[in-house]
Structures are given as C-alpha cells and as structure tokens.
C-alpha cells in the first residue's frame, strides 16, 4: 500500500499544482470572483432576519431597494409634467432657475393647467392698467413703541439656519441679500460669522433654544440678546412661535453635528447633543408674550420686534389681540407661516395635518388685527411655498404688507429639490456640513443669482399689479382674487372670507355671528378654554 502511494506521489503533486495555478489564476477569478459574491450575498439575504423579501427572493430582492433609492429621481426627470411635481413643479422650478440666471422666464403656447379646476385662484386684470413703478415700494416695520423702524422689501429670505445650510450657502444668500437691498432671516440656529461676513440686513430670529442668547441651562439670556442686537446688521429681531413644518414641535441637533463653529454660535458644547423644546420658557400665557414682545424691544434699542406662528386656533389668536389691548403693546410686526413650508425636516403627520395653510393663516390674523383696531401698528409678513410674482401678489390681497421664501431662495442657489435637507448629502451643497459637497457652491455666483431671482421676481409682481390697475400695494383688495369653487362657480376672497371693519369686535353689538364664539371665549391670560 506504502508503495502504490510512493508511486502515486508525483502524480498528485502535478495535480495539486495544478489545481493551485487554476486559483491564483486572474481568469479563474474573472470567472469565479463574482459567483462566490454572489452565493456570498444570497447565502446572508436567506440567514438575515431584518428583511422578510430578501429572504423570500435573495439577490432579487436588493433589486426591489436599488429601485426604491432612485424613484424620486425617476419619478421628477422622467415621468412628472410640468405641472405636477411637489412640493413644487417644474413649471415653478424653472421660472426661478431662469430668473435666477438672468434668462427670459417665459413659456409659448399657453397655460397646463387646468384653470376650470375648483380651488383655481384667478387675478382679475383691468381694463385700464397702470404703469408698471419704476422703483419697487418698502414697507415700513415699526410701531409707535419702535425707536428704529425699517424698511422692508416686498420680497426677503426666509428663516434658514447655519447648520441646516451650509456656510457658503449662507453666505451667498446674505450677499445676494445686500446687493439686492432685501432681508435675511437668520433662523433660530444664532447669527454666525457667515450671516455677518457679507454685510446684509438680518431678521435675527430666536426660537426656544435662544441660540445665541441662552443661559447654561437653556434660558433666555438678556445680556447677550442685547449685546447681539444691537449689532448693525440685526435690523429686525423676530421670536418664532412655531413654524409651518411642524407647528407645536421641538427639535433635535445631534451631537455629531454639533462642531465647534456650529458650538459657538449657537452657545451649546461642542459634540453634544441639543434639544429645543416645543415650548418657550419666557411666556405660558398670551399677556406674558405680549410683555416679553416689550421688552424684547426694550433691550434691542427700540429696534423692531415681532413674532411668527403657523397659526392654529383663532381664538388662541383673539386671546393675544386681548393681551395687546389690555397691556398696551403690540409687536411691530407678525410672520405667518403656512402650513405648507418649509425646508426644516419634520414628521410626515405634522407636515400633512396640523397646522393651517397660509390663506387661512393670513386672514385669520389679517382680520383679527382689523377687528380690534390694531392694523395699522402691525405690519404682517408671510411665509408658505411663495416663488413667483403672483405668489406675492396673492398674499399682499389676504392680507400681508410684505412676503418671505426660503425654498424658491434654495431653488436660487442651485437646489434641484432632492428631498435630502435632513441627511447631510445634498448633492449641490446647500443643505449639508459636508465640506466636500459644500465646496461645489461658489458664493460669487449664487449670490447674483439670489440678486437677481429676488429683483426679477419683485418687478413681475409689479407688472401683475398695474395689469390690474393698481400702482402700489394699498390699491389692492379681496375683490381682484377671484376662486373657483365649484364647475360653475366663482366667489371673489370677500366673499370666502368676509371682511371686518376696523374695531368691529370691540363692540358687542357688531361682532359677527361666526366671530362671536371665539371673541367670548377668548382670554389674555390663558391660551387654553381651562
């Protein structure tokens, strides 16, 4: 037996070598390689227990994932019409790219829509229009408790904070905002080196973290409010309620992107993990915001102060109209958010179902401010999806003096809509701290794009108006938007919307009978009916 296998030897070595040769061998590999991937891949989708399809259909099923990852992107290049993406349409994207480039924004043949479709708003021209103003109005914020009016623009960048956006994001958008002569909300991430560099106007916004004007634990601080207001650049401070995204919701910051630029702005330590609260820590009651409006004012100098809200309850809102009667004092200006913004990432039930979309929100406290007589020392700005001149100019007939837009100003900085603000890995640098997606933004040129959009945008709301006959914004009124409600009927925003006349709830006897149960029942000193 020793023997045969002695004899045997040389033949299976030649053969082991063989066989050796065949598997270091790059062809064998070539061919094998990727087999044993594969049966690799196959073998943990059948033993992994996350996945009920990759163990039903392995390899296939990674198909099913591939698929899922490029839909959005499928689904806006190649299947959507112009008309019909969300949260805006190609249409929209397009006039703001174009205007933002410098091109023509206009479009042969006619309108897509379908303008017969109940919920379609309609502009009224006339048959007498006007001259298109040579110079674009301001809006003057500030009211008789205001030492330092300012002069806002029809059209301003809306609240986008360093830290959602990158920092040469913010940078181009205040460049673009000081060659243009218009505002730029800070957000409620704190007023950093990037909003400062550039030299535009702020609207220096805080909401419950107080970033920038925060104790150790979370307070208001109002020593560094003050010394931070009083800044050249902070025009405006703004105490944001709650937001259109997710009204009546905290957020978080995780530590991992809480760098040391991002530490000092905000005034948290570094690497740790922030929360904001859904609530404010400086008022629980309407008369207590009402005073913390006075002296917000008071420690900024006499510059103008104002809240913003996505609004919910009307008589919540009524409650607060108490307040400044009972107390005396009014912001100088109010935001509204509507339900439909905005670039902060929030839960899907939130951005579907709560909170009222912007028309709603902006008569509501249009008509409330009218009916107790205080319009005309509150200014109202409006903030939900406006991109276009007849965005504007739908929003000054509700009942706004002046508009705000953050994701038609990201359209402006190149944003191609991905949907991913909230994952680090926008693909043109806008919305992400990754230094190497950021570098692809050059401040330079998005800030003449964010110039031009803005001015482009502002002379085409001119030229609606005086199509409609009017040369300034005051001349506009309910009765030139028209809705359609119905195949064959048309009411104007008067009548879907009843106007009331200036003190009108301060009388009992003329309050109106739809007003009547909220006016009673509303309460400065509570927001709740307890």
Not at 1 to 7: D, E, N, P
Not at 42 to 55: E, T
Not at 278 to 295: A, C, Q, S
């Amino acid at each position: 037996m020793l023997t045969l296998l002695l004899a045997g030897l040389p033949a299976l070595t030649a053969l082991g070598t063989g066989l050796l040769a065949v598997v270091v061998s790059p062809w064998w590999w070539c061919a094998a390689g990727p087999a044993l991937l594969l049966a690799a891949v196959a073998s943990y989708d059948l033993l992994q227990r996350r996945h009920s399809i990759l163990r039903n259909y392995p390899l296939l099923g990674h198909l099913r994932f591939a698929m899922e990852r490029i839909r959005p992107e499928v689904q806006q290049y190649f299947i959507e019409r112009n008309v019909d993406g969300a949260p805006f349409d190609r249409d929209t994207r397009s006039i703001v790219y174009e205007r933002a480039k410098g091109t023509d924004a206009e479009d042969p043949f006619g309108t897509e829509l379908e303008l017969d479709r109940p919920g379609t708003d309609h502009l009224v021209p006339s048959m007498s229009p006007c001259p298109v103003p040579t110079q674009p109005p301001r809006v003057r914020i500030g009211g008789p408790d205001c030492a330092r009016p300012y002069d806002m623009a029809l059209l301003n960048v809306s609240a986008m904070s360093f830290g959602s956006l990158s920092d040469r994001a913010v940078r181009a958008l205040n460049e673009g905002a000081r060659r243009g002569g218009f505002a730029h909300d800070t957000g409620e991430g704190g007023i950093s080196e990037h909003h400062l560099a550039p030299g535009g106007d702020l609207v220096w916004e805080i909401g419950t973290g107080y970033f920038g004007c925060r104790t150790e634990d979370g307070d208001f601080d109002p020593r560094q409010f003050a010394e931070k207001a009083a800044l050249d650049q902070v025009a405006c401070v703004l105490l944001k309620i709650s937001q259109g995204a997710k009204p009546g919701i905290g957020g978080v910051l995780p530590g991992s992107k809480v760098s040391g630029e991002i530490a000092s702005v905000r005034g948290v330590p570094e690497g740790r993990t922030v929360i904001s609260p859904p609530y404010h820590r400086v008022y629980r009651t309407p008369r207590e915001l009402v005073r913390f409006v006075g002296r917000m004012r008071e420690l900024a100098g006499g510059k103008p102060v104002g809240f913003k809200l996505c609004v919910g309850s009307r008589r919540e809102f009524l409650a607060v109209c108490k307040a400044m009667l009972e107390e005396d004092v009014t912001p100088d200006f109010i935001v509204v958010d509507g339900a439909e913004g905005g670039t902060g990432a929030a839960p899907l039930e939130f951005a579907d179902a709560v909170g009222l979309p912007l028309t709603e929100g902006l008569t509501t406290v249009h008509r409330s401010l009218v009916g107790v007589g205080l319009r005309d020392r509150i200014r109202i700005g409006a903030s939900g999806k406006v991109a276009t001149g007849s965005d504007i100019v739908k929003r000054l007939i509700q009942g706004a003096d002046y508009t705000n837009s953050a994701r038609a100003m990201m359209f402006a900085l190149g944003c191609v809509q991905a949907q991913r603000c909230h994952t680090n890995t926008c693909p043109v640098g806008v919305a992400t701290q990754d230094s190497r997606r950021a570098r692809a933004l050059d401040v330079e040129d998005k800030a003449r794009r964010v110039q031009r959009f803005q001015e482009a945008t502002v002379k085409s709301a001119l030229q609606i108006m005086a199509a409609m006959g009017v040369d300034e914004p005051g001349g506009l009124t309910p009765e030139m938007l028209l809705r359609r409600v119905g195949p064959d009927s048309v009411l104007s925003h008067a009548d879907l919307y009843a106007p009331l006349e200036a003190g009108q709830l301060l009388a009992p006897a003329s309050v109106p009978p739809s007003w009547a149960g909220d006016w009673k029942t509303a309460h400065p000193d509570r927001f709740t009916l307890r």
